[in-house]
């Protein structure tokens, strides 16, 4: 596949060009109206039906060619996060507290190339949709253009999405079956017991013995309930007592991250958590009140879509240049809803582990130092190309997911 890539080399400079001026211009969730706007009318000039404002501020193109049957999707996402820019770049943020500091500008840079690409040399036949989501980073933009009516209005045989991912060398691709990327749920324990002076303990009820108590016995919920070969995270994050050291405060407040990557230990989660919530305040003889927010599901990758996908991987950049089945991870992604309602698969194309001098491709997401790798740009679009053309191939193999329902 060198010419793919070849071609895809040939017009990375526009697309680079096109990364940086998203970087340059974030947006936070749903307020994605210039990115959603560029996206549309660079669609709409290579010929893709466009609708925007799917689930808000979505983007939907959609391309058909010949008379086949076979629909598929490929997902961007577009969001930026409300971080502070330490990058130092030409290209850096020009608006205060906010960044796109996980590659969401990059991602849809490389879904523009290849539906530029597509819409002039594409050989494929069937139909062929881009969605361009908003709201990835903890928005839940995916669900918003589900309940938009996104598959209703866009049916698809198959969806599929990228991620990119600093610490692998820049280029790389990794695909794995099964649950790829965890659950996350929230959840707020307030503590409530009566204050006083800190010299006079006993005439208090202090909840914040019983905050330290449960922030311990928290732990044990994943050495002692899960299953060890199972994933599971529980973090306290934030523990909110008092202002002053010689007042027992009447409240405690313990924030909490909760991470799995099966659904039934997330369903564990919740319940173990509520129930020492519990247990703990009656033993300090404070009450307690958990609000639970439930949030992305586990991501799982099906498996007839996702081996279609590897054999794409391996056909563009060779076995030496594609993991096939990389570990799980423990962040969550909204992808995780489209992925319950058709079979696809998600994967990570290495953003670079800094032996290439690129600093900022190899610091981590989230980070204010990280930035986009732009090589990306040309191997992430000819993937894009080459899986579309193989998937709507007329020659291609249904998969099984297909063949049974």
Not at 146 to 166: K, W
């Amino acid at each position: 596949m060198t010419y793919l890539l070849d071609a895809m080399h040939a017009r990375a400079a526009e697309f680079v060009g096109v990364r940086r001026d998203i970087h340059r211009h974030p947006e936070l969730a749903f307020d994605e109206h210039r990115t959603a706007s560029l996206v549309a009318a660079k669609l709409e000039s290579w010929g893709y039906a466009v609708e925007r404002g799917v689930g808000g501020t979505g983007v939907v193109g959609k391309l058909v060619r010949g008379a086949g049957a076979r629909c598929v999707g490929l997902r961007a996402d577009m969001d930026a996060l409300p971080i502070d820019e330490t990058t130092g770049a030409d290209w850096t943020s020009v608006h205060d507290g906010v960044m796109h500091a996980c590659g969401h500008d990059g991602h849809t840079a490389m879904l523009l190339a290849a539906a530029q690409h597509l819409a002039e040399q594409g050989r494929f036949d069937g139909t062929l949709h881009l969605i361009f989501q908003p709201a990835e980073e903890g928005g839940g933009g995916a669900l918003r253009m589900i309940d938009d009516g996104l598959f209703e209005r866009y049916p698809c045989d198959a969806v599929f999405a990228m991620h990119n991912m600093p610490g692998i060398a820049q280029g790389h691709l990794v695909l794995r079956e099964g649950a790829a990327m965890a659950s996350s749920d929230y959840a707020t324990i307030t503590l409530t017991g009566v204050g006083g002076h800190g010299a006079m303990p006993h005439r208090a009820c202090d909840p914040v013995v019983a905050a330290a108590s449960l922030v311990m016995a928290l732990q044990s919920v994943v050495s002692r309930n899960v299953d060890p070969l199972h994933t599971a995270v529980v973090t306290v994050g934030a523990l909110h007592a008092g202002r002053a050291n010689n007042v027992i405060p009447a409240t405690a407040t313990l924030e909490i991250s909760v991470r799995a990557l099966d659904r039934d230990v997330r369903g564990l989660l919740e319940r173990r958590i509520k129930a020492l919530a519990a247990a703990q305040a009656e033993s300090f003889g404070v009450t307690a009140q958990v609000h639970w927010r439930g949030g992305y599901s586990v991501l799982v990758n099906t498996p007839a879509e996702t081996a279609f996908a590897r054999d794409v991987a391996l056909e563009l950049l060779g076995a030496d240049r594609v993991t096939l089945q990389g570990p799980p991870l423990t962040g969550s992604e909204d992808f995780a809803y489209m992925l319950e309602r058709v079979p696809g698969s998600y994967l990570l194309i290495g953003n670079g582990d800094g032996s290439d001098g690129h600093a900022a491709g190899a610091c981590m997401v989230h980070n204010p130092g990280y930035d986009f790798h732009d090589d990306n740009i040309a191997v992430g679009a000819a993937y894009w190309a080459l899986l579309v053309e193989r998937f709507l191939s007329t020659t291609a193999p249904q998969p099984e997911s297909e063949i049974h329902s």
